[in-house]
Nanobody
Framework: VQLQASGGGLVQPGGALGLSCTAS????????MGWHRQGPGKQRELVAV???????SYADSVKGRFTISRDNAKNTVYLQMNSLKFEDTAVYYC???????????WGQGTQVTVSS
């Protein structure tokens, strides 16, 4: 399984940005897709995840600002980020958890920088 992320970039505080990540290969029907991030000098942390049936969960720090969604037909997960803050600056990684094989797959990171 390979994950290809796109989106990211530079945005001012209060702005919005969208990320997408498409999975390819042998993808289990039972899976969880999501986004994690790693800020400067910080550990990688969970941002949001969504199950194959559409149940979503968010980190407290992004609730109400970020929205995760997915298109199962396209094997793609999206992250819409609104009201961005300086502290959202990080490398964002998409992840697919195969619930049948108990295996995690990671995409390459994409940089999100919130700066004035």
């Amino acid at each position: 399984v390979q994950l290809q992320a796109s989106g990211g970039g530079l945005v001012q505080p209060g702005g919005a940005l969208g990320l997408s990540c498409t999975a390819s290969g042998r993808i289990a029907s039972r899976n969880i897709m999501g986004w994690h991030r790693q800020g400067p000098g910080k550990q990688r942390e969970l941002v949001a995840v969504i199950t194959s049936v559409g149940t979503a969960s968010y980190a407290d720090s992004v609730k109400g600002r970020f929205t995760i969604s997915r298109d199962n037909a396209k094997n793609t997960v999206y992250l819409q980020m609104n009201s961005l803050k300086f502290e959202d600056t990080a490398v964002y990684y998409c992840k697919l958890s195969d619930l049948d094989q108990f295996t995690d797959y990671w995409g390459q990171g994409t940089q999100v920088t919130v700066s004035s």
